[in-house]
């Protein structure tokens, strides 16, 4: 268990060693039983005192995370939510347990995948058959009948130009005006994030990012050594006073945020806070990473100009996804950035895998030659605003009094909070039980997480059995918060 510490922050020690452990456990990474070194061998191996593990370990069995045990050591104490296998404690994997990791958390990881057979309101992920899944199909073909030499040639590290060139006229109707050669394609927005995290970030550097936000995000930083202060948001984005003191405190390296249809609450940050956000980050000298996986989504009006569309200095780096929308199997996205920033992550690019497969951005191409994106888009805003109206009415009509939702304007989730006392992982215990998955609220924290929250997605079922997941939702939520008060301040993170 490899631990970095900044011994130069303003955060104290032992409050850095406890949400680096705490993350670890409530994301699995430390698992249920797993035994902790020591204090005397932790203090020896982060060179601190005693005094100050044992204030660690203190505090993690304040939270019920950890048990002592007399004689025996220090114990992790944690229910995992993920059916794991069964392990055969007669293997020969037990010399794995000494190999230091720089895992700190894994909370994505934990709830990200397919199930089969089940109600699946975790993934943010949008129904296949509303994907131009067999326009694709046959642009792959004609793709590959006309240059069938694309599968034998690896494509440029900052990926096809032509394609690059579509994406500038693309974003320029989302007020976005930048050269190509300030683009990267990359294998998701996934993959731009870990660039920026693996190129900029590094132990100790300090990322502010929303509370909530991105899990995957969070676990990204996190494994860089990063340092995350929370920023707390409002219903026009992230509170700008906070930030301020943030700025003024903790000297951040990074912004990150997620300013349309934010992941997972679905607010927008509106324009003059990207105007004051845009103002402190050049006033500080902070990268900004903006995220923007989903803004063609709007249920109403478009969301405001991106910050990039606002930025004249290349403090902010923009990541584009296009799986979500268009082809998930794809993996396609972009990242756009100016000056030696950019140069530094095409670098990044190469090293990590030489540039995306060529193929997938050649068969995407015909989408933006066409109507047909335009076409696509105006039907999927129609389809989705349907999905999210249906929902919405099965909540007001069937969820118990007490729990609360944010109607969202655009994307795909909605943020649902329990009453504050409850916790919504013992409710994804029960809701498993009836094969019905979601992502818990307190996946999306940083340090110290709410576990009254839940995402909910509503775009990923087909129409058939939207309804009747939502109804079987409401149900296990009425049962489960007029049971027993056992589940308050409950001890599973």
């Known amino acids: ?83 794991a296998p069964e392990r055969n404690v007669k293997n020969n994997f037990d010399w794995q347990l000494s190999v230091l990791d720089y895992l700190p958390r894994t909370q994505f990881g934990a709830h990200y995948g397919s199930f089969e057979n089940c109600i699946q309101f975790s993934v943010a992920a949008i129904c296949p058959s509303l994907l131009p899944n067999r326009y694709l199909e046959r642009e792959i073909h004609s793709t590959l009948k006309k240059n069938p030499n694309i599968l034998s040639s690896y494509g440029p590290a900052q990926g096809d130009e032509e394609l ?98 934010q992941n997972p609450t679905g607010i927008v940050l509106s324009r003059k806070r990207r105007e004051q956000l845009l103002m402190l980050a050049q006033e500080n000298q902070i990268i900004i990473v903006e995220d923007d996986p989903w803004s063609e989504m709007f249920f109403d009006k478009k969301p405001p100009t991106p910050i990039k569309g606002l930025d004249t200095n290349g403090f902010v780096i923009y990541l584009k996804g296009l799986s ?40 995407i191409l015909p989408l933006f030659h066409s109507k047909r994106m335009e076409d696509h888009m105006e039907k999927l805003r129609f389809a989705l605003n349907l999905r999210k109206d249906k929902v919405v009415k099965l909540l007001n009509s069937h969820m118990p009094d007490g729990v609360h939702w944010i109607v969202p304007t655009g994307g795909l989730n909605i943020w649902l909070s329990v009453p504050s006392d409850w916790n919504t992982n013992h ?19 940083s340090g110290e997480p709410e576990k009254h929250h839940l995402r909910l997605n509503f775009t990923y079922l087909p129409d058939n059995e939207l309804e009747m997941g939502i109804l079987k939702f409401c149900k296990i939520t009425k049962k489960f918060l007029s049971s027993n008060r056992q589940f308050r301040h409950s001890s599973i993170n």
């Open 164 to 261: 690059r060139k579509t994406m500038c006229k693309y974003l320029r109707k989302h007020n976005l005006y930048i050269n190509h050669q300030d683009i990267l394609v990359t294998n998701g927005t996934q993959q731009g994030i870990d660039l920026v995290a693996k190129t900029f970030i590094g132990p100790g550097d300090v990322v502010a990012m929303e509370a909530p936000t991105y899990p995957a995000a969070i676990d990204t930083f996190r494994a860089r050594g990063a340092t995350i202060v929370s920023l707390p948001m409002d219903n026009d984005g992230i509170r700008i006073d906070h930030l301020q003191r943030v700025c003024e405190i903790y000297k951040p390296k990074l912004i990150y945020t997620i300013p349309n249809f």
């Open 427 to 445: 409710l994804l215990i029960e809701c498993k039980k009836e094969n019905i998955f979601f992502l818990p609220g307190s996946a999306c924290f």
């Open 324 to 363: 979500k929308t268009l082809v998930p199997g794809c993996r396609i996205g972009l990242l756009a950035a100016n000056g030696t920033l950019f140069n530094r992550l095409v670098a990044s690019k190469v090293n990590t895998d030489l540039g995306s497969p060529l193929l997938t951005q050649k068969a």
């Open 1 to 83: 268990m490899k631990i970095e510490i900044n011994r130069n922050a303003n955060i104290p020690i032992n409050q850095q060693i406890y949400e680096n452990i705490a993350d670890r456990i409530r994301s699995g990474a430390l698992s249920e039983g797993e035994h902790l070194p020591s204090v005397r061998s932790l203090a020896k191996q982060l060179g601190i005192s005693l005094l100050t593990v044992v204030r660690v370990y203190d505090l993690l069995e304040e939270k019920d995370l950890i048990e002592r045990v007399q004689g025996k050591g220090t114990f992790v104490k944690n229910k995992l939510l993920i059916d």
